[in-house]
């Protein structure tokens, strides 16, 4: 067995050191965006309160949906519904009407009726996007920052194992009444232990759910560079032909979807329901049903059949399941968006993804202090770095607090400049985030402190503003039946307790420096 020399040691600490240094900002936010997105249909019920609904089990009738919808809906290309279910109890509706303009409503399954919902962008469509991109579009630079982060991650991981030789010894030591780097380096050690699997496969299903933007030439080589095909043949996509002009009653889409899911429950051997219903052309004679299962809620593949039928006559035109190769990758992309229904699962998904945060922001945290002695008053670049890590992991947890406040206190007319209410949800998020930073930079050591207290403060408010603003609160809501919102107010609780425990113990420190702490040995 080759032995591992200093010097490749000595890289692997370097690697180890400095993409942490230049990406844990990123790989910060990712995670912890990632980790609310976990709850992203909850969130949403919270920051919504109309699609606070108790979920029924009967049927939904799409052919009654699609009677009663608005004419500009029926003339569109495409028409899209999300079957409810117990985390999304709303009937998700959306298609693109003549303009060009996307309409995304919410449809209450008992009368199909459009909700009067509050605008906002919620988790699903605000933390959800952020984990993906960063929010930031131009020329998919955000998707490209992140897969960069997830590399980076994997390389710490890897390099993370070799500097460390005594793995074992370490996952047994935590040592927090120890000097303030001695206790920082113990929980980064510990945290980066007990998670370890879960850390591999967050970044390492996240690049494979990107392939087609990260390695594009690598999938349509085979299909001589043709990558609707490629796309059409790993996910089962239909062409759909134009519209030919000719009128054509649409056939009963409720009979349809019951002949799907009637194939896919024969190949599984198990009922298997769809939860996706999308109308092309509809009322035309080249009108396409399509029926997919892309979020199963009783297992981890996604997306696994797809049913589609000519809309004049019902006859079925296509019966997709994945091959092998696909059902591998989509289990692993199942196993990255967790939205199949195991709430314990999904529950250690949540601690998983909040002891990645602690992995990192005690990872960037050591490096402060292991230099604090020697660096905190003299270099630049130390105090950037300070204020960014302050910033990053205390700041953006802050700004997440005050997004939610903004939810719960901004009229339901409010805009500004052009900017819409979902819209100005976000800039507060923005202009939380940005203050921070510049708190950080002027305060620098008691910034910590001081943006923890107002992290507690900020759970807390958002808790008592969703029981004066609604008729929820978490007492109210468990015993009516809406679980997502109690347990939101819970976390939110347990997060300011937390919060304020962390604030208390950083103000009474008296020796923030304390005697340097070793490096890992080289």
């Keep these: 067995m080759a032995r591992i020399t200093p010097d490749f040691r000595h890289a692997m600490h370097w690697a180890h050191t400095w993409l942490g240094v230049v990406l844990g900002i990123v790989m910060f936010a990712v995670f912890w965006m990632g ?18 609904i108790v979920h029924d089990e009967r049927d939904v009738s799409y052919d009654h949906l699609l009677a009663q919808i608005p004419p500009e809906a029926r003339a569109s290309d495409y028409i899209n519904f999300v079957v409810p279910s117990e985390r999304h109890p709303a009937i998700g509706f959306f298609y693109q009407g003549a303009d060009d303009t996307f309409h995304d409503n919410a449809l209450d399954p008992a009368t199909g009726q459009p909700l009067e919902q509050t605008d906002s962008l919620a988790g ?44 074992i010894a370490e996952f047994f030591v935590f040592r927090p009444h120890r000097k303030a780097r001695r206790a920082t380096l113990d929980l980064h050690n510990l945290s980066s232990l007990i998670g370890l699997p879960f850390y591999f496969l967050m970044p390492f299903s996240g690049l494979l759910i990107f392939a087609f933007l990260y390695l594009p030439w690598g999938i349509s080589e085979a299909f001589d560079g043709d990558m609707d095909a490629a796309y059409a043949e790993m ?20 009979a349809m979807k019951r002949k799907a899911e009637a194939l896919w429950s024969a190949e599984e051997g198990v009922p298997v329901k769809t939860n996706l219903v999308r109308v092309l052309n509809h009322g035309d004679a080249n009108a396409v049903v399509y029926f997919r299962n892309t979020f199963p809620d009783d297992r981890v593949v996604l997306s696994e059949y797809v049913a589609v039928f000519d809309g004049p006559s019902g006859r079925l035109i296509r019966n997709f399941s ?22 314990p699962l999904r529950w250690l998904y949540f601690l998983g993804g909040l002891g990645g945060c602690v992995m990192i922001a005690t990872g960037m945290l050591f490096w402060l202090r292991s230099r604090e002695s020697r660096l905190a008053n003299a270099s630049l670049g130390y105090r950037v770095v300070e204020a960014l890590t302050i910033g990053g992991v205390s700041g953006i947890i802050l700004a997440t607090g005050a997004f939610l406040i903004a939810n719960r206190l901004l009229p339901a007319d409010a805009t500004m400049v052009g900017t819409g209410r979902a819209g100005l949800e976000i800039r ?20 910590w402190g001081q943006q923890c207290w107002a992290i507690a403060a900020a759970g807390v408010t958002a808790v008592m503003l969703n029981a004066a603003t609604t008729s929820n609160n978490f007492l109210t809501a468990s015993w009516s039946g809406h679980r997502a919102v109690a347990i939101m107010d819970i976390v939110l609780l347990a997060g300011a307790g937390l919060a304020a425990c962390t604030a208390m113990r950083l103000t009474a420190r008296t020796d923030p420096l304390g005697a340097p702490a070793a490096l890992p040995a080289e």
């Design 35 to 52: 980790t609310l997105t976990i709850f992203a249909p909850e969130i949403d019920q919270w920051m919504i309160p109309e699609t606070r």
């Design 124 to 167: 699903s469509g605000f933390f959800y996007p952020f984990h993906l991109s960063l929010m930031i579009e131009w020329q998919n630079l955000g998707y490209w920052i992140v897969g960069l982060a997830a590399l980076a991650m994997l390389i710490l991981l890897v390099s993370g194992l070799f500097i460390h030789r005594k793995i």
């Design 235 to 254: 996910t089962g996509d239909y062409a759909v032909p134009a519209r030919s002009g000719r009128t054509a009653p649409l056939a009963s889409v409720d």
């Design 322 to 343: 994945l091959p092998p190769i696909g059902e591998a990758s989509a289990w692993i992309q199942g196993a990255h968006f967790m939205q199949f229904g195991h709430w």
């Design 428 to 447: 507060v998020f923005w202009l939380v985030w940005l203050g921070t930073y510049l708190h950080a930079a002027i305060l620098r050591e008691r910034a």
